[in-house]
């Protein structure tokens, strides 16, 4: 089922998400409906809190290089962690919570993760790239951090007085 994408200012987008304790049909439920809404808003990452759910999960899709999605390369992640960091790496980040804003963020270009899958399974995983930049983008909103709150004060600025406009 495709739900309702949060856009900011949203409150809810600013809160933090609680750790995920049962891993039951429930969950599985809302991980096919946030898989649902990310595919059908062409995302590449969805985390749930950005659907009104506060709780420590997101999904990423990373398409291949001419832009493809596939389902098999669909990562379910649930009370994630980020152990090592390691480079720098920009990027230009956007975000299904800010609709057609797109802006350079600086982040760690590898990491090594540990999360669990919907079985409540522990994996440990080291991610590059496109992978490793989404993974810290959606960790961020389950810590109600948009990626705007990381770039330079006069960027945010004039993000702020456009974003206003826009209304
Ligand atoms: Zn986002």
Known sequence: MVLDVLTYPDKKLKMK????ESFDEKLHS???DMN???VDKNGIGLAAVQ????KRLFIINIPDEKGDQYPENL???INPRIIESRGETTYEEGCLSLPQYYEDVKRADEIVVEYMDRDG????TELHGLGAIAFQHELDHLNGKLF???ISYLKRKKFEKDWKKRK
């Open 17 to 20: 998400s609680k750790e995920v």
């Open 30 to 32: 809302l991980l096919d």
């Open 75 to 77: 990562i379910e992640v």
């Open 36 to 38: 649902d809404t990310m």
């Open 148 to 150: 705007f709150e990381r």
């Open 121 to 124: 399974n522990l994996h440990k």
């Open 51 to 54: 659907i009104g759910v506060l």
